[in-house]
């Protein structure tokens, strides 16, 4: 299983940005798939999460602005990032796995397969 982020950039306060994750060896649309981030000097944290149902859950401080899509044909998962802030400045990762339930969305521990991340950076 591979997964490979991209979309990351710079990009000023109040702009968007896409992230794209593409996935190989697993099929998006029978497992639950998530990114996270970590910002300089700090943990790596849950931004917005599937659940191969469809169902979605994000952080509380992207909750509005940020949305996690996936699509089932090019077997790739989205964030789509708008009203973008200096503290969204991090490594972006995406992560999947098949058995990642419901309620354990958020938890880092539930995934297996993770790709390497993808910089962005937010200029104020």
């Known amino acids: 299983v591979q997964l490979q982020a991209f979309g990351g950039g710079l990009v000023q306060a109040g702009g968007s940005l896409r992230l794209s994750c593409a996935v190989s060896?697993?099929?998006?649309?029978?497992?639950?798939v998530a990114w996270f981030r970590q910002a300089p000097g700090k943990e790596r944290q849950f931004v917005a999460g599937?659940?191969?149902?469809?169902?979605?859950t994000s952080s509380d401080s992207v909750k509005g602005r940020f949305t996690i899509s996936r699509d089932s044909a090019k077997n790739a998962v989205y964030l789509q990032m708008n009203g973008l802030k200096s503290e969204d400045t991090a490594v972006y990762y995406c992560?999947?796995?098949?058995?990642?339930?419901?309620?354990?969305?958020?938890?880092?521990?539930?995934?297996?397969?993770w790709g390497q991340g993808t910089l962005v950076t937010v200029s104020s």
């Open positions: 599937m659940h191969r149902s469809g169902g979605t």
């Open positions: 060896g697993l099929t998006v649309s029978r497992s639950a």
């Open positions: 992560a999947s796995g098949a058995s990642v339930i419901l309620s354990n969305l958020a938890s880092q521990t539930a995934y297996p397969y």
